[in-house]
């Protein structure tokens, strides 16, 4: 996919996409950790990483974290998708509602590998959702701008279904999620969260990679119209 935006709104910038271990119910650090990272650029350039470069490491986790936070150090402002959310526990209900996000995981595996003092996000006191801790940065979560019913109904005239990565883009963009064709089976795999890490390590680059490029053409759409509303609303 070519990806290039010289809009000044998103000059220096860059989407960011993890995946880790899959858990269920509250984060602890024995739960999980993470596996592989990607960043696209507004001009276009794909950073991937993946734990296995970093085996022979005495640490690789540790590693890798350390080689995300460089390059997230190097943009002025980032996007993601639901890249700020916390999954919590509704007492209510009686169960948990929403799910983990990347710069909430990234945290708190720094706080494990006690590098917290190189981590560039902070927690919020009152609603745990993550943020960058320099006023200078921006980051935008696409997902709160997406899932806005002025932008849904309004600007998109309910193009997409649900507030999903892989809805909005095959809706906006007419591209997906990353899934592949078995060679051995000649079956469609359809790539997700739950089972990218059991599959080989180039599918798994792949896969995040895709999700960093939809994000920053989401981040971009129309050129200025969609980048607009996002400087707005964020």
Request: with cysteine; hydrophobic share 30%; glycine share 6%.
């Amino acid at each position: 996919m070519i990806i290039k935006c010289n809009n000044p709104l998103v000059q220096n910038s860059a989407s960011i996409d993890l995946e880790w271990i899959p858990f269920e119910g509250e984060y602890s650090h024995g739960k999980t950790r993470i596996t592989n990272a990607a960043f696209c650029t507004n001009r276009g350039s794909r950073i991937v990483l993946h734990i296995s470069r970093f085996k022979q490491d005495p640490n690789p986790e540790r590693k890798l974290i350390k080689h995300i936070i460089d390059n997230l150090n190097k943009f002025c402002t980032t996007f993601g998708w639901y890249s700020t959310g916390v999954r919590k526990f509704n007492k209510k209900k009686g169960k948990y509602e929403g799910h983990y996000s990347d710069l909430f995981l990234l945290h708190q595996r720094c706080i494990y590998h006690e590098i917290e003092n190189l981590s560039p996000i902070a927690i919020g006191e009152r609603n745990s959702t993550p943020y960058f801790k320099d006023n200078d940065r921006k980051h935008i979560d696409l997902y709160k701008v997406y899932s806005k019913e002025i932008i849904k109904n309004g600007v998109f005239n309910k193009k997409y279904r649900t507030d999903k990565l892989d809805d909005v883009a095959q809706s906006l963009l007419g591209v997906g999620k990353y899934s592949y064709r078995d060679p051995i089976t000649d079956t469609k795999i359809i790539v997700n969260g739950k089972n990218v890490n059991d599959l080989p390590f180039d599918i798994q680059m792949r896969y995040v990679a895709r999700d960093a490029e939809l994000t920053m053409m989401l981040a971009y759409y129309n050129d200025w119209g969609c980048t607009f509303y996002i400087v707005q609303l964020r």
